[in-house]
């Protein structure tokens, strides 16, 4: 079965200052897509930003940007040049051809 | 007015109480499905669907139940509700499967007590 890990629950970043989230998951499949949620504390969930596996290149949103390992399995998010709407809780997300599985989330906090 | 809308926003039962919570979608996507968020647990998958007459399993089944009435409409029954169902719950869509994202409803705080 696919599984999702974010091994940090909580973090804390300086405004203006960079900080990277880590995700690895484990599957059998060669092709399936992944994704970054971000669940502000109006507990909303927003699609921050998405890679195809197939895909070599790193997807970039903005100030968002991710480091895909597919060898690895690992599927980390950037964020650089924090800023104070930062803040949530983000969650690594795993999709296959029918559903979509979540790691745990990790916590943000960004210090002023 | 939001693409996924769920009834109602929060909601606070007793035990052994019947709650059905109600999602409705106006982006025409085929697929809906039903999570619970609880804290240090991320989202996990309850039910989902792909049309009208294809209903799944998903990872936390027991103890609910669904039914799509139409398209847009996808809700989700507690038929005797328990206090450690006390969660927070989404609907989402999406439309066919890969890179596209799932779309989710501003979510239900429910409370069992």
């Known amino acids: 079965a696919q599984t999702v890990t974010q091994s940090q629950p909580e973090m804390s970043v300086q405004e203006a200052e960079t900080v990277t989230l880590s995700c690895t998951y484990d599957t059998s499949e060669s092709d399936y897509y992944l994704f970054w949620y971000k669940q502000p504390p109006s507990r909303q969930m927003i699609l921050v930003i998405r890679q195809e596996a197939y895909k070599q290149q790193n997807a970039t949103e903005n100030r968002f940007s991710v480091n895909f390992q597919k060898a690895a399995k690992s599927f980390s998010l950037k964020i650089s040049d924090s800023q104070l709407g930062d803040a949530a809780m983000y969650f690594c997300a795993y999709r296959t051809d029918d559903k979509i599985i979540f790691g745990k989330g990790t916590r943000l906090h960004i210090l002023p | 007015d939001a693409d996924v809308t769920q009834t109602p926003r929060n909601r606070i039962t007793k035990t052994g109480k019947r709650i059905m919570l109600e999602c409705s979608q106006t982006k025409g996507h085929d697929r809906m499905y039903w999570y619970r968020q609880d804290p240090g647990l991320g989202l996990r998958l309850i039910y989902y669907s792909f049309d009208v007459k294809d209903i799944n399993k998903g990872e936390i089944s027991d103890g609910y139940s669904v039914s799509r009435q139409a398209q847009a409409k996808f809700s989700l029954s507690l038929e005797s509700a328990i206090p450690n169902q006390t969660a927070l719950y989404f609907c989402?869509?999406?439309?066919?499967?890969?890179?596209?994202?799932?779309?989710f409803g501003p979510g239900t705080r429910l409370t069992v007590t």
């Open positions: 989402a869509t999406s439309d066919r499967p890969g890179f596209n994202e799932q779309y």
